[in-house]
């Protein structure tokens, strides 16, 4: 079973960047399905962005498409957040999730309750 760490959280002004970074422990990240949500107070909880089971495509939200940026590191076990040009709306806790999967289809990895394992989140706050 992986245990999942979020930090890099924090205080920003709008149009500024943050980094969040998610480490696994317990096990390696390598042949699970690893995605970022986040969630606003009152509101469901959001897909933000996934790496594919392949590897090959990652997957992003309209919201954050050209300004969030997931990677990956395999030698630290850790994937990233890269969050450029934030807004207010952005405010939220962001949680990374992972899953284990033996196949895929696109809409899956859109779903929070397809993800199996959580991190405890990382408060975002974006000032105007």
């Known amino acids: ?12 002004q709008a149009g500024g960047s943050l980094r969040l970074s998610c480490a696994a422990s317990g096990r390696t990240f390598y042949n699970y399905v690893v995605g970022w949500f986040r969630q606003a107070p009152g509101k469901q909880r959001e897909f933000l962005t996934a790496l594919s089971l392949s590897g090959a495509n990652t997957y992003y939200a309209d919201s954050v498409k050209g300004r969030f940026t997931f990677s990956r590191d395999n030698a630290k076990n850790t994937v990233y957040l890269q969050m450029n ?3 207010p709306e952005d405010t939220a806790v962001y949680y990374c999730a992972a899953a284990q ?4 289809y696109t809409s899956r990895y859109y779903d929070s309750n397809e993800y199996h394992y959580w991190g405890q989140g990382t408060q975002v706050t974006v000032s105007s």
């Not at 999967?101 to 895929?104: A, E």
């Open 1 to 12: 079973q992986v245990q999942l760490v979020e930090s890099g959280g924090g205080l920003v």
């Open 85 to 87: 040009s934030l807004k």
């Open 101 to 104: 999967w033996g196949w895929d």
